[in-house]
């Protein structure tokens, strides 16, 4: 079993994942980082693959709405 000290530390580095994700995210430049995968963002934030990938899920929603924002985006400066 965890002590206590260890529970915290636990609940502070997945709060801490979770804040590096999402910063990232809305960070996010498709023309110099490229498509919104876990390896790319684990290769723009100083974060494991694996740990990319446990809380990847979590953010798809984030992910799609990016995505739509840039669709729109460029369909604006091609009209233009």
């Keep these: 079993m965890a002590t206590k000290e260890e529970y915290e530390y636990g609940k502070s580095a997945l709060s801490n994942s979770?804040?590096?994700?999402?910063?990232a995210l809305c960070d996010w430049d498709f023309e110099k980082n490229g498509h919104i995968t876990a390896e790319n963002l684990s290769k723009i934030i100083?974060?494991?693959?694996?740990?990319?990938?446990r809380?990847?899920?979590d953010f798809i929603?984030?992910?799609?709405?990016?995505?739509?924002?840039e669709i729109l985006?460029?369909?604006?400066l091609k009209k233009e």
């Design 46 to 53: 100083p974060m494991g693959l694996k740990t990319v990938n």
């Design 61 to 69: 929603e984030q992910i799609e709405e990016i995505y739509q924002k």
């Design 18 to 23: 979770r804040y590096k994700i999402s910063k």
């Design 73 to 76: 985006r460029l369909k604006i």
């Design 55 to 57: 809380h990847y899920e």
